[in-house]
């Protein structure tokens, strides 16, 4: 059973209380340890994003709060596996689940695949 980070925690400051409610029970149940890398973004942050061709819109729900982006720790380093992205991902359904709280993964995007991406549907 994994847990956050002081790191990460402090990641989670400024989004949406649902979605920390959600990341915090997904770790507890995920076979993979994950940390978060980006919880609120700014919107300068986001143009630079965009302009690097790393997300198609100006209108992240980081920006609201509503988003994460995290990255899997496996054999004590980051792993950008996809596979690892999708067994976290299954955390996050059951936890969904547990929560009642409605997600979307970027790893299920079509134009633009980004497993490391959870955000919440409009609340």
């Not at 979307?104 to 490391?116: A, N, Q, S, V």
Request: hydrophobic share 40%; no cysteine.
């Amino acid at each position: 059973m994994y847990k956050l980070s002081k790191k990460s925690q402090a990641k989670l400051e400024g989004v949406h209380p649902y979605m920390q409610e959600l990341v915090r029970s997904a770790i507890g149940l995920s076979t993979i340890d994950f940390g978060i890398s980006e919880g609120m973004r700014t919107k300068e942050r986001q143009q630079l994003l965009f302009d690097q061709g790393k997300s198609l819109t100006l209108n992240s729900k980081h920006l609201k709060g509503l988003a994460v982006d995290l990255y899997a720790w496996v054999d004590g380093g980051v792993s950008w596996d996809f596979k690892h992205y999708e067994e976290i991902n299954l955390a996050f359904a059951r936890a969904a689940a547990l929560t009642n709280t409605s997600y979307i993964w970027g790893g299920t995007w079509i134009k633009l695949k980004d497993g490391p991406h959870f955000e919440l549907t409009e609340v």
